[in-house]
C-alpha cells in the first residue's frame, strides 16, 4: 500500500501525524549492512524515548495555565521545526540513487514508533492521568474499589486503542488509524463519565484528582480529533457517503 505524503497536523504542528510516512522508515531499513544494533543500543535508544516522554509531560504540566499549551509543548519539543523542514524537503524521491550524504554516519540511529510525536503526547498524558489515580485508589479510604477498578480499566483501555491508532497512523493506514481513534474517544469518553458521577461530591483528593484529570483528558481528545481531521483530508471524501 503506498503511503501518501502528509506534511501537516495537530493544529501549528506539522509532524504529528504519521511522523515518518514519506518512505524514511524503509530506506533507513533497506539496507542495514554492519549498522545492526545489540541488545545495549537498543536499551540506550529506548532509555531516551522514555525522557522524552518525561520531558513532554514536565513541560506540559508546566504550561498547564496556557490555553495553548498543546501548542506550546510541541514547539519547545522541536516538532514543529521538524515538520516545517520536512514539508519544504517534500516526499522524497525514492527511484533516485543515494548520495554520500544520506548514508548514514556513526552516529545514526532507527526511527520508530517511539519518536512519533503523537505517541509521546498520548503516552505522556496517560502516564500522568494512570499514575496519579493508582496512587489515589490504593487507598480505600479515598476511593471505593469497584470505581477504582472501572475507571483504571477505562484508562488501560483508551491508550491500548490509542497505541494501535497512531501505529495505523505511522504505516499510512489513514482510515484504519481514524477508525482505531473512535474506539479510543469512547473510551475517554467513559473515562470522563465515571471521573464525572463517581467523584463528585467525594473528599478532597478524588476532587483534586477530578481537577487534575479533566483538562488532560480533554486535551487527549482534541489531539486525537486533530490528526484524525488531517487523516480524513489525507484520504478525501469518502465515495460511499456522496
Not at 469497584?146 to 491508532?165: C, F, H, K, M, W
Request: hydrophobic residues 35%; proline residues 7%.
Amino acid at each position: 500500500m503506498p503511503q501518501p505524503h502528509c506534511a501537516t497536523a495537530f493544529g501549528n504542528v506539522r509532524s504529528m501525524i504519521n511522523y515518518n510516512s514519506d518512505g524514511s522508515i524503509e530506506n533507513e531499513w533497506d539496507e542495514p549492512g554492519d549498522l545492526a544494533w545489540r541488545e545495549v543500543d537498543w536499551e540506550l535508544y529506548l532509555d531516551e524515548q522514555d525522557e522524552s516522554i518525561r520531558d513532554y509531560l514536565t513541560r506540559y504540566d508546566s504550561l498547564m495555565g496556557n490555553v495553548d499549551r498543546l501548542d506550546e509543548v510541541a514547539r519547545l519539543m522541536g516538532w514543529e521545526q521538524m515538520a516545517e523542514s520536512a514539508e519544504e524537503a517534500g516526499p522524497p524521491d525514492r527511484n533516485a540513487p543515494p548520495d554520500d550524504d544520506s548514508l548514514p554516519e556513526s552516529g545514526w540511529e532507527p526511527y520508530t514508533l517511539h519518536k512519533n510525536p503523537v505517541y509521546i503526547s498520548t503516552k505522556a498524558l496517560y502516564l500522568g492521568l494512570t499514575k496519579t489515580w493508582e496512587q489515589l485508589a490504593s487507598s480505600q479510604a479515598h476511593v471505593p474499589p469497584p470505581l477504582g477498578i472501572v475507571l483504571l480499566a477505562t484508562l488501560n483501555r483508551g491508550y491500548e486503542q490509542s497505541l494501535l491508532a497512531i501505529q495505523a497512523l505511522d504505516l499510512g493506514d489513514y482510515g484504519l488509524a481514524v477508525c482505531l481513534f473512535k474506539r479510543a474517544l469512547r473510551e475517554l469518553n467513559l473515562t470522563l463519565g465515571h471521573i464525572e458521577s463517581g467523584l463528585a461530591g467525594k473528599d478532597e483528593a478524588c476532587v483534586s484528582y477530578r481537577e487534575y484529570a479533566l483538562p488532560r483528558l480533554f486535551d487527549l481528545r482534541e489531539i486525537w480529533l486533530r490528526v484524525m481531521n488531517e487523516c480524513r483530508e489525507e484520504l478525501g471524501p469518502d465515495p460511499h457517503t456522496e
